[in-house]
């Protein structure tokens, strides 16, 4: 028995558990669909529902995405796994150990603290040294350790599977639109409201700065029509992430300025949501600053009829 394993899996559920598992970044449709089939089931038999995940995850660990390349923040995870209705969530510090564990090992572990009587799982999961507990292995595996096994085929929406990757590569490239529909929520960081230079003021647009959380997947600089969440209201702005580089200060680096369109005050102190539902433009340096106004005017007037405010 593996009491590192143990250990990190916490205390010993008491009665027995459904359990989802797999890297869940993201939290997209797809992976809802296996955490809503893991709850519908606990509920059904008198169980309670558990998710493992993995922090980092595994492919930041192996190196295949950045360390700025989480769609969710492991917070953000929590939050959502609470909303879907996932009662016991684990989230195991991905290391070498873990990796080169044996997949018996590991469910011995995982059955030592959760008694799991179902494991739901994607079809392409796989865990244990060299990925060797693929869905097969872990379903034969389960006849004698005491549980059933349920792969969820993938979800496909537009002729192609719905994957953290392909949501990666969407929001790289400031596709948006498309990358929301398949999380199912629009794509967003939240951080506290911050005091910047003034510049948007003396532009006659106030901005919030909103510090940007370390971790999170970078989008493309940009300015983005986004919806704002402050103290749980909710405000259409024009948001620019990017170095402003019109005021030559790129070397400060990335900052996230969200003008209000439909709102003013001091919010300093407040943690704001920032929801992106669609790239206006790239970032460009501009050859004064009244170019630059007059842009950010055209840019307020795409925002407005995107996020329907009226006027």
């Known amino acids: 028995m593996n009491q590192m394993l143990i250990d990190l899996l916490g205390p010993e559920v008491p009665n027995h558990t459904a359990v989802s598992i797999g890297a869940f970044d993201g939290l997209h449709l797809g992976h809802c669909h296996i955490l809503r089939e893991t709850v519908e089931y606990a ?70 603290v959760l008694h799991c009587k179902r494991l739901f799982m994607g079809e392409d999961f796989s865990l244990g040294k060299n990925r060797s507990g693929n869905a097969e292995v872990l379903a034969a595996m389960g006849k004698d350790k005491g549980f059933t096994t349920k792969v969820i085929e993938k979800d496909v929406l537009d002729g192609d599977v719905i994957s953290s990757t392909r949501i990666r590569a969407l929001l790289h490239a400031g596709k948006l639109c498309e990358a929301d529909k398949l999380l199912g929520y629009p794509f967003f960081f939240s951080g506290p409201i911050i005091h910047g230079d003034a510049r948007g003021r003396k532009l006659g647009f106030p901005t919030l700065n909103v510090k940007i959380p370390e971790g999170k997947l970078a989008l493309p600089n940009g300015v983005y029509a986004v919806n704002a969440v402050i103290d749980g209201v909710r405000y259409a702005s024009v948001t620019n992430v990017g170095v402003r580089p019109t005021f030559g200060l790129e070397d400060k680096g990335v900052v996230a300025e969200a003008f209000l369109l439909n709102a003013a005050g001091n919010f300093y102190g407040e943690n704001a949501k920032l929801e992106f539902i669609e790239m206006l433009r790239e970032e460009r340096r501009f050859d004064s600053a009244e170019a630059l106004k007059e842009q950010i005017s055209r840019d307020i007037g795409q925002a407005e009829k995107i996020l329907k405010v009226s006027n």
Request: proline share 7%; charged share 20%.
């Open 43 to 112: 509920l059904a038999q008198g169980l309670t529902s558990a998710a493992i995940l993995f922090d980092p995850l595994p492919s930041q660990y192996f190196g295949k995405i950045g360390p700025n390349d989480r769609i969710l923040l492991r917070s953000e995870q929590e939050t959502r796994l609470h909303e879907l209705g996932i009662e016991r969530t684990i989230f195991l510090p991905f290391s070498r150990s873990i990796a080169d564990l044996s997949p018996e090992a590991f469910i011995d572990a995982m059955q030592q």
